[in-house]
Every structure is written in structure tokens, then in C-alpha cells.
Nanobody
């Protein structure tokens, strides 16, 4: 199986920056797309940013120009650099990976991290 562990959340003032990391571990054959989602209280989980194994990226309109997603394939790790943070960015941020575990006959599964809280004060 594949485990995702996030780190880097916390409390920051508006205009500040945070960097989230998510490391995948376990019996991994390959990881395809990786991404970050967020869920604010009372709202649905939404895509923030995603990146393919070939480094193609996709961003929510609300974070374009402020957030940057990147990955280190050798370390099975994805990052989210968040700049110019706003109070509306406050949410639990979840890492997601579409991965093929070893021995799964090349079947891809969807994996989620436990979430990390990001709080932006005004």
C-alpha cells in the first residue's frame, strides 16, 4: 500500500507564505498525478493544484499566481508553495496521489493524506 504524510501547515498572517510537503511511502510501483485539495468548514473539498509525472500543472483560479506546485519524483514528494496568503485560504489541505502500488497488476488507486491545517489571520 501507499501512505501519504503531509507537513508544513500552520498559522500565518495575511500576506505571508507557507510551504506544504507531502511524501509518499510504501510499496510503490509508480506515482502518476499528485495534487493538493482543501476543505474549509462547511464547504466541499476542492482542488487547489495538481501536477502530473511529467510536471504539467493545473491550478484553481483562486490561487493562480500565488501558489506553486512542484514535485521531486526521486523522493516521491509533492510541494505546495503558498504566497500572498489570504484569510479565505484557511482550510485543511489534503495531499492526493494517483499511484500504482507494487504487485497491483498495474491498477491505479487514489490515495489521500491525513490533512494539515492552514490558518490565515487577517
Amino acid at each position: 500500500q501507499v501512505q501519504l504524510v503531509e507537513s508544513g501547515g500552520g498559522l500565518v498572517q495575511a500576506g505571508g507564505s507557507l510551504r506544504l510537503s507531502c511524501a509518499a511511502s510504501g510499496s510503490i510501483f509508480s506515482i502518476n498525478a499528485m495534487g493538493w485539495y482543501r476543505q474549509a468548514p462547511g464547504k466541499q473539498r476542492e482542488l487547489v493544484a495538481a501536477i502530473t509525472s511529467g510536471a504539467s500543472t493545473n491550478y484553481a483560479d483562486s490561487v493562480k499566481g500565488r501558489f506553486t506546485i512542484s514535485r521531486d519524483n526521486a523522493k516521491n514528494t509533492v510541494y505546495l508553495q503558498m504566497n500572498s496568503l489570504k484569510p479565505e485560504d484557511t482550510a485543511v489541505y489534503y495531499c492526493n496521489a494517483a499511484a500504482i502500488p507494487s504487485g497491483s497488476y498495474y491498477v491505479e488507486y487514489d490515495y489521500w493524506g491525513q490533512g494539515t491545517q492552514v490558518t490565515v489571520s487577517s
